[in-house]
């Protein structure tokens, strides 16, 4: 059996861990640091959430004339400790990998979110792709709960 590849990531955030988590399902806070101006070159054309174990996103964003849709489902929300939700671009589905966010207090005010992406030992190349992508995102995040 082949070793996943995996992305990781570890962000602080000067925000409560709720807030945080919050901000991974509400299509409004997704449009503000995951996808979009904030974060790439890229427009924002769709962002649907079912937010519930078993719901489904789809986050479908035009880059350069290129429609590219994030799709995936949820397998747990533990607000505001834990996510883990699958993740594929629709056109490389049924193949999906398997993010997992980690959010732990510091406080009434601050928390640190660990995130790992696991991916198929074939996609072990974009593992160091995939966590800067991550990062940027975190950063966006930051920004966008600091405004």
Request: hydrophobic share 50%.
């Amino acid at each position: 059996m082949s070793t996943p590849a995996t992305a990781s990531i570890s962000k602080r955030f000067a925000a409560p861990a709720e807030r945080v988590f919050d901000a991974w399902l509400d299509p409004a806070w997704i449009g503000r640091w995951m996808f979009g101006p904030a974060v790439r070159d890229e427009k924002i054309v769709r962002l649907t959430v079912d937010a519930r174990v078993g719901g489904q996103f789809s986050f479908a964003v035009d880059r350069a004339g290129t429609l590219v849709d994030h799709v995936g489902e949820y397998l747990a929300l533990e607000r505001p400790h834990r996510l883990v939700f699958t993740w594929a671009t629709r056109d490389a589905l049924p193949a999906t990998s398997k993010v997992t966010v980690r959010i732990e207090p510091l406080g009434a005010t601050a928390c640190q979110l660990t995130l790992h992406h696991e991916m198929a030992p074939e996609w072990a190349a974009f593992a160091d792709r995939a966590a800067a992508s991550w990062q940027k995102m975190a950063d966006a995040l930051e920004r966008a709960l600091s405004a």
